[in-house]
């Protein structure tokens, strides 16, 4: 007995050993009709950097920026589209491309404006994948620019300067000698030990 090509289990077969190049051209997400009239195109497969409008779920009606296309899961993932974890942290939720809808395309690849004839000149910053002008990439601090720190004078350095003398005027000071300090006296020995004093002598 032989299966047909149609088969559900050929399809589910096929889905699943596809390469990455068959995965591509199954991930994609119709236009809006904005781009639909622009670019002449239905739907186009989906990339990173494209922003698109949630159709179904719980997310329903937000447009987000495509942050990462996993072609192993068929799912895409959105910036600011989390779900909270177990462990009560926040992690991306994969959601599936049948889900989705293209309003804003990236064309900063050179491939895929030739693939669509679009100009250069035609692109818009956003299509481009450029920064809004006159936006800086430091970001402003909640609590406003710091305020200026009055400058105080040290006065740890004018106590020191206090207290220790000049040197000049040290060196000009006179010094007094030092006084020269006598020798110990030595005890004198006698018969007993010890000699007597001349006063003692003539008191005997």
Not at 185 to 190: D, I, N
Not at 191 to 204: D, F, L, N, V, Y
Request: net charge neutral; aromatic share 2%.
């Amino acid at each position: 007995m032989s299966l047909s090509p149609h088969s559900p289990r050929r399809q589910r077969r096929a889905v699943y050993d596809a390469d990455s190049f068959a995965r591509r051209r199954r991930m994609t997400v119709p236009l809006s009709r904005e781009l639909r009239g622009r670019f002449h195109r239905r739907s186009l497969p989906v990339r990173k950097g494209d922003t698109v409008l949630v159709m179904r779920g719980s997310f329903v009606g937000r447009e987000e920026r495509v942050a990462k296309v996993d072609r192993r899961g068929y799912s895409v993932t959105l910036d600011n589209v989390t779900l909270k974890s177990g462990e009560e942290k926040l992690k991306p939720l994969p959601i599936r491309t049948n889900h989705l809808l293209l309003v804003r395309l990236n064309l900063a690849d050179a491939w895929r404006r030739e693939a669509l004839k679009v100009r250069e000149e035609d692109l818009t910053p956003a299509e481009r994948g450029e920064a809004p002008e006159g936006a800086d990439g430091a970001l402003p601090s909640p609590a406003g620019p710091a305020a200026p720190v009055p400058e105080t004078p040290d006065r740890a350095d004018d106590d020191d300067d206090a207290e220790e003398p000049d040197a000049e005027d040290s060196a000009d000071a006179p010094t007094a000698p030092a006084e020269p300090t006598p020798p110990p006296a030595k005890a004198k020995r006698g018969r007993s030990g010890t000699r007597p004093t001349p006063a003692e002598e003539g008191s005997a």
